[in-house]
């Protein structure tokens, strides 16, 4: 069952309907090839209600949303993602990627995840949970410390 979005609010903002055709272009121009993020193209796309939650982190408004996109643009020297796979089905999209992330004095770390974004009546995104394991991605790079990590997960949690 397809939603049916105002269409109307989305044109007189000139946005085009998210579809896994326009994910695809509007992520891509996110990340771009010398490492610098920008996301203002997408925050348009954002409810200003919207909720963002992550392993680590939940954060409610468009305001406090663009903070911690800015955090994110800081801490790190250079930022790319890759999209894996791209799916839509009624007001839920689902973005399969990997993320590259160089931080000052360390190699960069691939982190491996998945984003949910729920889309509201205007068709607008109202909802973000990113699926990721951060920790397990990071210490993959750490010699001798990435099979402890391992070992200490399959000991205690099968």
């Known amino acids: 069952?397809?939603?049916?979005?105002?269409?109307?609010y989305l044109e007189s903002n000139s946005l085009e309907p998210l579809s896994v055709d326009s994910v695809y272009q509007l992520w891509s121009k996110t990340y771009n090839t010398q490492g610098k993020t920008d996301w203002s193209h997408l925050f348009p796309y954002y409810d200003e209600n919207i909720v963002f939650q992550d392993s680590i982190q939940r954060v409610?408004?468009?305001?406090?949303?663009?903070?911690?996109?800015?955090?994110?643009?800081?801490?790190?020297?250079?930022?790319?993602?890759?999209?894996?796979?791209?799916?839509?089905?009624?007001?839920?999209?689902?973005?399969e990627w990997i993320m590259t992330m160089s931080f000052k004095k360390y190699p960069s770390t691939p982190l491996y995840g998945s984003t949910r974004l729920t889309?509201?009546?205007?068709?607008?995104?109202?909802?973000?949970?990113?699926?990721?394991?951060?920790?397990?991605?990071?210490?993959?790079?750490?010699?001798?410390?990435?099979?402890?990590?391992?070992?200490?997960?399959?000991?205690k949690f099968g």
């Open 119 to 155: 889309l509201n009546d205007k068709g607008l995104i109202a909802e973000q949970r990113d699926y990721y394991d951060m920790w397990g991605d990071i210490f993959n790079n750490i010699p001798r410390f990435n099979k402890m990590y391992r070992r200490f997960l399959a000991r």
């Open 1 to 8: 069952m397809e939603i049916d979005y105002d269409k109307d």
């Open 60 to 95: 409610e408004g468009i305001v406090e949303f663009k903070s911690m996109c800015q955090r994110l643009t800081t801490r790190c020297e250079s930022l790319s993602m890759e999209l894996k796979n791209v799916l839509k089905s009624d007001n839920i999209i689902m973005i």
